[in-house]
């Protein structure tokens, strides 16, 4: 076999290794409160507490915590590991009690442009119905704190939110007061139609490789869709409850914010196909 054939089927077989994260914040190695805290890769600031202005109708004066103790993610996450369904690695999480929110840094999602991102948190929503809400929104600096998207709780369902609230996409069930993840895909096109996709796991479920259907799925309102997104916001906490916030991520590929990756024979087969190809043009 030439090394060209070789080569061919390696570079068949290397297409499914996760590039690197781009923004990941694990609360981890943190003190009290959330608030000035600065680790994590990927942003351009420090998280900065509440208030926050939403467009003149979001105002949050409370803040968030760290705490002790474990989310787990469901089996086959990768980036947390210890227990049958995957126990942090950190020992902590953030108890959201109110708002924080923080700058992205060079990594800053520009919606005018052709790309995919994809976005991962792990969560857990302490109540029911006015027990728990819980809020992560991707916003733009240029319209004050306007939510370009967001994925938010209610009544132990999970919906998307697209232009400051005022459209939104269906609802997916989770179990309220357990660990769930949450994985989003965004793509976004110069030619202006912006979709926004997500799928949530709950705790003790498996979770094998990018959904071929998305449990959500949404389009960003034409007034957003060349806006930059360089902040994200988090808000949490009803009726004294704490809504709990751990691992989150944005990356290029569902691997990096994951690290779960199709099934190597999957590319195997890939690469046999490419290399049968390859023999029948010689012949």
Do not use: C
């Not at 924080?100 to 790309?115: E, K, P, V």
């Not at 976005?119 to 916003?139: I, Y």
Request: charged share 15%; net charge negative.
């Amino acid at each position: 076999m030439k090394p060209t054939l070789v080569g061919t089927a390696l570079a068949v077989l290397s297409l499914h290794m996760p590039a690197a994260v781009l923004v990941y914040d694990g609360f981890t190695n943190y003190s009290d409160p959330l608030g000035l805290q600065n680790g994590g890769t990927g942003f351009g600031s420090s998280w900065q507490n509440g208030p926050v202005s939403n467009g003149g109708t979001d105002a949050v004066s409370s803040s968030a915590t760290l705490n002790d103790g474990n989310l787990d993610a469901p089996s086959g996450y990768v980036f947390q590991s210890g227990s049958s369904s995957g126990s942090d690695v950190n020992g902590s999480h953030i108890d959201l009690t109110g708002g924080a929110i923080r700058n992205l840094g060079s990594n800053r999602i520009d919606l005018g442009t052709d790309q995919t991102r994809y976005f991962s948190f792990l969560f857990n929503q302490s109540g029911s119905g006015s027990g728990g809400v819980l809020n992560v929104a991707f916003l733009s600096s240029s319209t004050l704190g306007r939510r370009i998207w967001e994925s938010g709780t209610s009544s132990s369902s999970m919906s998307l939110d697209f232009g400051n609230d005022s459209s939104s996409a269906g609802g997916v069930g989770f179990t309220a007061g357990s660990d769930s993840l949450v994985v989003g895909k965004l793509v976004s096109s110069a030619a202006g139609v912006d979709t926004v996709s997500l799928s949530l796991w709950d705790r003790g479920s498996s979770i094998s490789g990018e959904p071929m259907s998305w449990d959500l799925s949404g389009t960003v309102e034409v007034g957003d869709q060349d806006a930059v997104i360089n902040r994200v916001y988090l808000t949490g906490g009803n009726n004294g409850n704490f809504d709990r916030v751990d691992e989150f991520i944005i990356g290029n590929s569902f691997a990096d914010v994951t690290g779960v990756i199709p099934e190597p024979s999957t590319f195997a087969l890939l690469a046999m196909a490419m290399l049968g190809l390859l023999f029948q043009r010689r012949r």
